[in-house]
């Protein structure tokens, strides 16, 4: 079966016999011109049959008709005695080289197998097939009656291959190696590497306890009011509250003998703002913001269900009962809006989880920083430290100072998806992510890059007219797997 019906090999004849214009020239040069010859013989042929020289009327097709009618003539008279001895001794050596009309019939017949809904061909197209299966033939034939000094000579290197082709043709390919599969392992993407550094503040042990289910271990059981009293209270301490990390960080600037007055005037005005909202009366920013509440809860974890109605309700009856903006509207039509008057739709999200403990996560996602929120879709090219912190520089000067200071700079690198990073920088930046490793590892975990925060810590000073940084110690998070 002929693999492919443009693998065209041609064939150098050796004349043997006498010589009549030769014999004053040495063997090696000879071979040389019949070697070039061969080569200009070689790429004709090849742009024949791969269908470069096209149609009747195309001057190359007319030259090989006009050869091959030649080529009759000449074994006609040589029969009849009419040319040198040269000449025929030529025609004698190449005639074992010459395909028969059946093997010529027989090609055209292998070619309707192969392809059966190709039509016949006719005319130069016809010509051009038939001449490919009959170089394919001379090409084997040729190859068998070559010494080994011809096959190693540079002009026949494409006989070689061709041969090689011939006989790998009839063998069964080789199976390619299995790809090497790494076994299975489960990583925690956000693995935590160490407790959360939080101070934690008991509300009440109302609402809760632990019963035994039904294969006799225990069960945490959630009241609905529970849900109600944990979002109120967690609002309300966003509005109020800052967490005492921050609140030294402010309190270190009045301490630093390379801070300004101004420096020094800024961060007590920042400790005095904090101080009235600490009075639970008018909260730290008047954009109280978009509530959005994340929740894990284990699987051994019961509740009456409709956690998040629970959860909306302890948001409302803080809004309702405090001096705190709505900043929720709703959607009446394509081009139409209405302040709900409640702060309510909030942005739940509940996950499954391993074990018996039901841990949330509670913001107040203003529009100032929301605003400030972007997402870059970059190459790999960026993941060099000289194109790293240039972009960076760049991005940052564009933030301003547009929100309630202090900023939280969070800077998310990779991810396994566009939404993914986005929630990823929204959590780094509420502190979510303090806890993660200092390095990755072949399973795609994430992890927290130390150096580099220090890098842009100082550059947001670099570029701030103050000598402190308006934006809290930034967190990088590389969740690239």
């Not at 080789?174 to 956000?190: D, H, I, N, R, S």
């Amino acid at each position: 079966m002929i693999k492919d019906r443009f693998d065209v090999a041609v064939v150098v004849v050796v004349r043997r016999g006498s010589r009549t214009g030769d014999d004053a020239r040495s063997s090696r040069v000879v071979r040389a011109e019949r070697a070039t010859r061969a080569h200009h013989e070689i790429e004709r042929h090849r742009a024949i049959v791969s269908g470069r020289l096209r149609g009747r009327g195309s001057g190359d097709a007319r030259d090989v008709r006009r050869v091959v009618r030649a080529r009759r003539r000449r074994r006609r008279r040589d029969e009849g005695g009419k040319r040198s001895s040269r000449v025929r001794a030529e025609v004698e050596a190449s005639k074992r080289f010459l395909v028969p009309r059946a093997a010529r019939r027989r090609f055209g017949q292998i070619e309707r197998d192969v392809n059966p809904t190709r039509p016949r061909q006719s005319g130069p197209r016809r010509a051009r097939d038939a001449m490919a299966g009959i170089l394919r033939h001379v090409a084997r034939r040729s190859l068998r009656a070559l010494t080994r000094e011809q096959r190693a000579a540079p002009s026949f290197a494409m006989l070689a291959s061709a041969r090689a082709m011939a006989a790998d043709a009839g063998k069964k390919p080789k199976p390619k190696p299995a790809p090497t599969v790494a076994p299975f392992a489960y990583q925690e993407l956000f693995e935590p590497a160490s407790p959360k550094d939080v101070p934690w503040r008991k509300i009440t042990s109302a609402h809760v306890s632990v019963e035994k289910a039904f294969d006799g271990k225990d069960v945490l059981v959630v009241e609905p009011e529970a849900l109600r009293v944990l979002a109120a209270e967690g609002m309300k301490d966003i509005a109020h509250l800052l967490r005492p990390g921050h609140l030294q960080q402010l309190a270190n600037i009045l301490k630093d003998p390379e801070a300004s007055e101004n420096d020094r005037f800024v961060a007590l005005e920042l400790l005095k703002n904090a101080n009235v909202a600490a009075g639970m009366v008018l909260p730290g920013c008047q954009d109280t913001g978009t509530a959005i509440v994340m929740g894990k809860r284990g699987v051994r974890v019961m509740t009456r269900g409709d956690d998040e109605a629970h959860l909306s309700r302890g948001v409302y009856d803080v809004y309702v009962s405090r001096n705190l903006r709505y900043s929720q509207v709703a959607p009446v039509s394509m081009y139409e809006e209405k302040n709900t008057g409640s702060n309510l739709p909030a942005q739940i999200d509940l996950i499954a989880t391993d074990g018996d403990e039901y841990h949330f996560q509670f913001m107040a996602k203003g529009g100032g920083s929301a605003n400030k929120t972007f997402l870059y879709q970059e190459t790999k090219a960026l993941l060099n430290e000289t194109r790293m912190m240039e972009f960076l520089e760049e991005k940052i000067k564009t933030l301003g100072t547009a929100a309630c200071p202090p900023y939280h700079l969070a800077l998310v690198v990779g991810g396994l998806s566009a939404e993914q990073c986005l929630k990823t920088v929204k959590l780094a930046s509420a502190r979510y992510y303090d806890n993660l490793h200092a390095e990755g590892n072949a399973h795609g975990r994430a992890f927290r890059d130390a150096e580099l925060e220090k890098k842009v810590h100082a550059l947001t000073q670099a570029r701030s007219s103050l000598h402190w940084s308006p934006y809290d110690p930034v967190g990088v998070v590389n969740a690239d797997p």
